[in-house]
């Protein structure tokens, strides 16, 4: 949920900790800009490449915007969200250090491969997301909990343009497997909104509309500024 | 059907993939009406002996709480009611010597793939998991520990793992007993938070087999109980796998 509010800064911060695999060019210059993952590499195929340059082209007239994607949330936004809204007895320094979002925490084409575009007027986001190898379920195919992360992510997405929300309830209906390796169009709307809680409609399509994989929807919570979670 | 389970396990015992010894073998029940028994999917899953590494195993990353819980469990499956499920890198090495129906077969000359719930393999920074079954009650435990890789709002547990944790419990469970194979419906009722690092139980129940569905029910919780996660229902869908002789 914070991911917004950081996707919405340019924020220079210490570089993530250390993890074993390829080390990532995090320096550009003398300053240190952390890498966003929502953005073209060498795993993302050539149907994902289409679909990217495709929605570049719509945000050309500012209707659309791509989403930045990083794999930390900056040190003082953590501390900030600790002392709104937890416990202090929660806080485990030492944790809060290793920790990184959950859908990057992958190597290059073996997760979650993915993009978001926001639209402001309609309160739409679209995903543009590739499963790899490691997100298997039935074999070659997405598992089902990979596919409910991606509609959490993506819905979630929708509802923090809204303010700080938390998911209540996430209903999903699975048509059609998703093969392993294929991309898929992530489809989410605001429904309504009654006072702090936001609905969502999400579907999952394939890259030419035929075929229907998934349908969801979620419900949203705005965190009322005034509690605390735990 | 009882006939042809019995049938089954006679031969699994004879190409010694089971062993001959009695006490090892779990209580017949009764098969369901769909395909192969739930001792046979039990028996076929479990292997006496394997090369493949078992995840679902104490390593030092687990908390006290999920260890001294482990041990419980553990020692409820010398009864022989409870059984300890493995966990392999992939679905691929669960279901050795089966395979899908044809038309579902996926081709694919790629050979990393990984069960997206041991995706992070690393100790303690991703999934750390580990699923009892109960056969005769078709009902299964889940100690989960999330690490600080799963997280989502920083502290917590990205409500997005807890869905899969939910769908890999429901899925294991509905394998073993109807042959449940791919997920119908997901409905989540998230409650409260889990902190990174900290045990949660997942409580799976099945609650009714009909049309070629598994119906079945979930709920997270602390090990006390007194505070619940998240309340979980799912439909899987039956689909009975093939052999799969060797080349």
């Known amino acids: 949920m914070l991911r917004s509010c950081v996707a919405r800064l340019r924020v220079l911060g210490a570089p993530p900790a250390r993890r074993p695999g390829p080390v990532w060019r995090l320096f550009s210059s003398e300053k240190v800009i952390r890498k966003d993952y929502g953005l073209p590499n060498p795993s993302w195929s050539k149907d994902l490449r289409l679909l990217f340059d495709q929605f570049m082209k719509k945000c050309e007239d500012g209707s659309w915007k791509r989403l930045p994607s990083y794999r930390q949330n900056p040190t003082q936004i953590l501390k900030d969200f600790q002392t709104r809204f937890v416990d202090p007895s929660f806080t485990k320094e030492e944790q809060m250090s290793k920790a990184q979002q959950f859908s990057r925490s992958f190597e290059e084409g073996l997760g979650f491969e993915y993009v978001m575009f926001y639209n402001k007027v309609e309160k739409r986001t679209v995903c543009l997301f590739q499963a790899g190898l490691h997100l298997q379920g039935v074999p070659g195919y997405v598992h089902g909990g990979a596919i409910a992360t991606i509609v959490d992510i993506t819905t979630g997405m929708c509802a923090l343009a809204e303010g700080i929300a938390m998911t209540a309830n996430l209903n999903i209906d699975y048509k059609k497997p998703i093969p392993l390796c294929s991309v898929v169009v992530v489809n989410c709307q605001i429904s309504k909104t009654e006072g702090r809680k936001l609905f969502v409609s999400c579907s999952i399509q394939s890259v030419d509309e035929k075929t229907l994989h998934t349908e969801a929807t979620a419900l949203f919570i705005k965190l009322d500024p005034d509690k605390r979670l735990t | ?247």
């Open chain 2, 1 to 247: 059907m009882m006939r042809t389970g019995f049938q089954r396990v006679a031969r699994l015992v004879h190409h010694k993939a089971l062993p001959r010894n009695p006490h090892l073998l779990p209580k017949l029940h009764q098969a369901s009406a769909f395909g192969s028994s739930t001792d046979s999917l039990v028996a076929r899953f479990c292997p006496e002996k394997t090369d493949l590494k078992d995840y679902a195993l104490p390593n030092a990353s687990w908390c006290p709480d999920m260890l001294s819980l482990y041990q419980e469990f553990l020692e409820k499956t010398k009864s022989g009611r409870w059984i300890k499920l493995p966990s392999f890198k992939s679905n691929r090495e669960h279901i050795q010597g089966l395979k899908l129906p044809s038309g579902l077969v996926t081709a694919s000359d790629k050979q990393d793939w990984r069960i997206f719930t041991r995706c992070i393999l690393l100790e303690g920074q991703g999934y750390e998991y580990v699923i009892f079954f109960h056969p005769s009650e078709k009902k299964s435990v889940c100690l989960f520990q999330p690490g600080p890789y799963l997280e989502g709002a920083p502290g917590f547990a990205h409500g997005g793992s807890l869905a899969a944790m939910m769908d890999e419990t429901f899925s294991k469970t509905a394998y073993l007993a109807g042959e449940g194979l791919f997920t119908l419906s997901l409905n989540i009722r998230f409650k409260n938070l889990i902190p990174v690092g900290s045990l949660a139980v997942l409580d799976i129940q099945v609650e009714k087999i009909e049309d070629q569905k598994l119906h079945m029910s979930c709920i997270a919780q602390s090990r006390d109980k007194q505070t619940v996660y998240a309340k979980c229902s799912g439909v899987f869908l039956q689909m009975q796998l093939e052999e799969d002789p060797p080349q």
